[in-house]
Nanobody, 120 residues
Framework: QVQLVESGGGLVQAGGSLRLSCAASGFTFNRYDMGWFRQAPGKERDFVAAINWSATSTYYTDSVKGRFTISRDNAKNTVDLQMNSLKPEDTAVYYC?????????????WGQGTQVTVSS
Protein backbone atom coordinates (compact mmCIF):
# COMPACT_ATOMS: atom_id res chain seq x y z
CA GLN A 1 0.00 0.00 0.00
CA VAL A 2 1.01 3.64 -0.33
CA GLN A 3 3.28 4.58 2.54
CA LEU A 4 5.44 7.53 3.58
CA VAL A 5 7.64 7.12 6.64
CA GLU A 6 9.50 10.09 8.12
CA SER A 7 12.57 9.85 10.32
CA GLY A 8 15.30 12.06 11.72
CA GLY A 9 13.39 14.27 14.10
CA GLY A 10 14.59 15.01 17.61
CA LEU A 11 15.62 17.63 20.13
CA VAL A 12 18.25 20.17 19.12
CA GLN A 13 19.51 23.48 20.48
CA ALA A 14 18.87 26.71 18.62
CA GLY A 15 21.44 27.15 15.88
CA GLY A 16 21.80 23.43 15.38
CA SER A 17 20.94 21.19 12.45
CA LEU A 18 18.77 18.18 11.71
CA ARG A 19 18.20 16.14 8.58
CA LEU A 20 14.75 14.65 8.05
CA SER A 21 14.22 11.78 5.66
CA CYS A 22 11.05 10.35 4.14
CA ALA A 23 10.95 6.86 2.63
CA ALA A 24 8.22 6.24 0.07
CA SER A 25 6.72 2.96 -1.07
CA GLY A 26 3.64 1.62 -2.81
CA PHE A 27 3.55 4.16 -5.65
CA THR A 28 5.67 5.37 -8.54
CA PHE A 29 7.75 7.86 -6.59
CA ASN A 30 9.50 9.49 -9.54
CA ARG A 31 6.17 10.59 -11.03
CA TYR A 32 5.22 12.72 -8.02
CA ASP A 33 6.22 16.12 -6.77
CA MET A 34 6.97 15.93 -3.05
CA GLY A 35 6.72 18.32 -0.15
CA TRP A 36 7.40 18.90 3.52
CA PHE A 37 4.86 20.51 5.83
CA ARG A 38 4.84 21.20 9.56
CA GLN A 39 2.31 21.65 12.32
CA ALA A 40 3.09 23.45 15.55
CA PRO A 41 0.94 22.90 18.67
CA GLY A 42 -2.40 24.63 18.35
CA LYS A 43 -1.76 25.70 14.77
CA GLU A 44 -2.70 24.52 11.30
CA ARG A 45 -0.38 22.43 9.15
CA ASP A 46 1.72 24.76 7.00
CA PHE A 47 3.80 24.33 3.88
CA VAL A 48 7.60 24.25 4.31
CA ALA A 49 9.22 23.14 1.03
CA ALA A 50 8.49 21.34 -2.23
CA ILE A 51 10.51 19.64 -4.95
CA ASN A 52 9.28 18.60 -8.36
CA TRP A 53 9.43 15.03 -9.67
CA SER A 54 12.73 15.53 -11.51
CA ALA A 55 14.43 17.58 -8.78
CA THR A 56 14.89 20.47 -11.19
CA SER A 57 12.71 22.86 -9.20
CA THR A 58 12.31 23.64 -5.50
CA TYR A 59 10.67 26.35 -3.47
CA TYR A 60 10.28 27.25 0.21
CA THR A 61 8.18 29.21 2.58
CA ASP A 62 9.84 32.53 3.35
CA SER A 63 10.66 31.72 6.98
CA VAL A 64 13.00 28.84 6.04
CA LYS A 65 14.65 30.22 2.90
CA GLY A 66 18.43 30.04 3.17
CA ARG A 67 18.25 27.64 6.13
CA PHE A 68 16.41 24.55 4.82
CA THR A 69 17.15 22.49 1.72
CA ILE A 70 14.85 19.89 0.19
CA SER A 71 16.29 17.12 -1.97
CA ARG A 72 15.22 13.75 -3.35
CA ASP A 73 16.77 10.52 -4.58
CA ASN A 74 14.49 8.83 -7.11
CA ALA A 75 16.67 5.72 -7.11
CA LYS A 76 16.10 5.27 -3.37
CA ASN A 77 12.53 6.66 -3.23
CA THR A 78 13.48 9.18 -0.57
CA VAL A 79 12.97 12.88 -0.01
CA ASP A 80 15.05 14.73 2.58
CA LEU A 81 14.89 18.05 4.38
CA GLN A 82 18.19 19.45 5.62
CA MET A 83 17.49 22.01 8.35
CA ASN A 84 20.26 24.35 9.47
CA SER A 85 20.35 27.32 11.84
CA LEU A 86 17.27 25.99 13.59
CA LYS A 87 15.15 28.34 15.67
CA PRO A 88 12.68 27.64 18.49
CA GLU A 89 9.87 28.67 16.14
CA ASP A 90 10.78 25.72 13.89
CA THR A 91 9.46 23.40 16.61
CA ALA A 92 6.67 21.30 15.08
CA VAL A 93 5.68 17.91 13.80
CA TYR A 94 7.08 17.63 10.28
CA TYR A 95 5.22 15.68 7.60
CA CYS A 96 6.25 14.65 4.12
CA UNK A 97 3.64 14.37 1.42
CA UNK A 98 3.19 13.28 -2.16
CA UNK A 99 1.62 16.26 -3.89
CA UNK A 100 -1.50 16.66 -5.98
CA UNK A 101 -0.39 20.17 -6.86
CA UNK A 102 3.16 21.56 -6.91
CA UNK A 103 2.48 25.28 -6.60
CA UNK A 104 0.62 25.85 -4.42
CA UNK A 105 1.66 22.64 -2.74
CA UNK A 106 -1.26 20.41 -1.85
CA UNK A 107 -0.68 16.99 -0.31
CA UNK A 108 -2.53 13.87 -1.38
CA UNK A 109 -0.72 11.26 0.72
CA TRP A 110 0.84 11.94 4.10
CA GLY A 111 3.33 10.35 6.42
CA GLN A 112 2.79 9.96 10.15
CA GLY A 113 5.08 12.84 11.02
CA THR A 114 8.27 13.29 13.01
CA GLN A 115 8.70 15.65 15.95
CA VAL A 116 11.30 18.41 15.80
CA THR A 117 11.92 20.36 18.99
CA VAL A 118 14.33 23.29 19.07
CA SER A 119 15.32 24.55 22.50
CA SER A 120 16.41 28.12 23.14
Amino acid sequence: QVQLVESGGGLVQAGGSLRLSCAASGFTFNRYDMGWFRQAPGKERDFVAAINWSATSTYYTDSVKGRFTISRDNAKNTVDLQMNSLKPEDTAVYYCAALDSYRPARGRTWGQGTQVTVSS
